[in-house]
């Protein structure tokens, strides 16, 4: 026998060793779309927080926006593209049915074998990436991985309708993660990586947030519907709920967050989120006012502004969190 407290092994994390981002060339602000929807910029900003939204020409596809960020991550990671292993891609407007995005992002950078995927979650499509990327590293399919959301919600919005047209936009965002042994515990701060994640599923609010067309059913591509109010409500509730069940799991407080990185749909979404935590406004990486929603690129968009512009740093404590379609939400606590 002995006293000594056991000291736990080192595990294996998904570490993030690199991100980036890319934006379609065209900036469209709320004052150019009141011109052709019947909408003001004052409504725009008061109800939303979005001021532009970037949105995608015909050379723009949901897959070239999606190599863009990849290779700014790679570039960031110090990495090769023949160093990357798995590829997982979150997107709900692929640019073709299939094959997937995913693999079109692989034949761009050059890479010729590897696993490559596309995940479809609508706006918590980059939770449920990173956390199949995690998962599948963790059980050896891949050292490093490139987890990408990207969209071009543009080519399926109804521009006649002002009550979803004006919400979207279209972007991408990547992280490269590389998987690396750091300390069991996710409250030591020698812990890096993905330190907890949780998703969830409730497929009976399908209507409220859904696409009015695809292959099995219509056989066209569809347009965005969306009840915008009961989607606010139920998007306020499930996020703090979830966001307390990623804490807890890591053995951490709302007071530890360094910054809280949400999916960016509403200006609002993110006060009354930020308001439950306790958590001071200037704690929360906005970009909804320049970026609108996109989707499952939001997230990382949103995280490869705040490393470039040199607010989260190395080390810092990140909170990551989405809510969509389905509905389908999740939250991820990661070290940087
Ligand atoms: O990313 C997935 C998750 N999505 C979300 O989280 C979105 C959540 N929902 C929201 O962000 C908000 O509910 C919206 C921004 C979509 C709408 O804001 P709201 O305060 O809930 O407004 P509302 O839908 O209740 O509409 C209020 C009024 C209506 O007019 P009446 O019926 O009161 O006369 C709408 O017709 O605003 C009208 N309206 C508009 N007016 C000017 C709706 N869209 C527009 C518009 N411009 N674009």
Redesign the pocket.
């Known amino acids: 026998m002995t006293d000594q407290l056991p000291i736990s092994a080192p595990v294996l994390r998904a570490v993030i060793a690199g991100t980036g981002s890319a934006l379609p060339r065209r900036r469209v602000t709320n004052a150019e779309l009141a011109e052709t929807v019947d909408?003001?910029d004052e409504?725009?900003v008061e109800?939303?927080g979005i001021r532009a939204r970037h949105i995608a020409a015909e050379d723009e596809t949901t897959s070239s926006l999606a190599t863009d960020a990849a290779r700014k991550a790679l570039e960031a990671a110090g990495m090769d593209a023949s160093e990357i292993g798995l590829i997982v891609l979150a997107t709900a407007t692929p640019d073709q049915t299939f094959p997937a995005s995913a693999t079109k992002v692989q034949a761009a950078l050059g890479i010729n074998d590897c696993v490559a995927f596309d995940v479809q979650a609508v706006?918590s499509g980059f939770l449920y990436a990173l956390s199949v990327a995690e998962s599948m590293m963790r059980g050896g399919a891949a050292k490093a991985a490139l987890v990408i959301g990207a969209e071009t919600f543009s080519r399926i919005l109804d521009w006649q309708d002002?009550?979803t047209c004006?919400?979207f936009g279209d972007g991408a965002g990547a992280v490269v993660l590389r998987a690396e042994t750091s300390a069991a515990d996710p409250a030591d701060k020698a812990a890096r990586g993905l330190l907890s994640s949780r998703l969830h599923a409730d497929g009976r609010h399908n209507e409220l947030?859904f696409v009015d067309g695809g292959p099995s059913t219509t056989g066209t591509v569809g347009k965005v519907r969306m009840k915008?109010?009961e989607?606010?409500r139920h998007?306020v509730v499930n996020l703090a709920s979830v966001l307390g069940e990623v804490l807890a799991e890591a053995g951490l407080t709302p007071a530890d967050i360094d910054w809280l990185v949400p999916?960016q749909?509403?200006a609002r979404?993110l006060d009354a989120t930020a308001r439950k935590l306790d958590l001071p406004a200037e704690r929360v990486i906005v970009t909804v006012d320049e970026h609108a929603?996109t989707?499952a690129a939001s997230v990382p968009l949103a995280l490869d502004v705040a490393v470039r512009d040199g607010r989260i740093k190395r080390g810092d404590l990140l909170v990551l969190e989405a809510?969509?379609g389905g509905f389908t939400w999740g939250a991820a606590v990661v070290r940087y």
């Open positions: 909408t003001s409504w725009i109800r939303t706006c002002r009550a004006v919400l947030l915008g109010r989607v606010f998007a999916h749909a509403n979404i929603n989707s809510m969509g």
